[in-house]
């Protein structure tokens, strides 16, 4: 399955996210474009079905780990807020 952003790693737009500036709202608010979220379900289909490039498992994995931070990231903004609005 060619996708549009062959030559884009689909981490790369959670680590764009970052480096253009953050509020907690935003953290909160971030979602993959479409053309990312394709690119990774390929990849974990592909890994579960027929398997995949080594290149292919790297990128799978360094977006697992920057997801997993993306989680961590979302649930301390919404701390954040909450602890702003209490106040």
């Given amino acids: 399955m060619n996708t549009s952003i062959n030559t884009t790693k689909v981490y790369d737009e959670i680590i ?12 909160i608010d971030f979602k993959l474009s ?5 690119r990774l379900e390929n990849l974990v ?3 579960k079905t027929e398997g995949i490039t080594g290149s292919d498992k ?15 990231a979302k649930a ?4 954040y807020i909450s602890v702003k609005t209490d106040k």
């Fill in 16 to 27: 764009e996210f970052i480096v253009a500036g953050t509020t907690p709202q935003s953290v």
């Fill in 34 to 38: 479409d053309a990312a979220k394709d």
């Fill in 45 to 47: 289909y592909r890994a």
């Fill in 58 to 72: 790297r990128e799978l994995d360094h977006f697992l780990t920057l997801e997993h931070i993306m989680t961590l």
């Fill in 76 to 79: 301390r903004a919404n701390q």
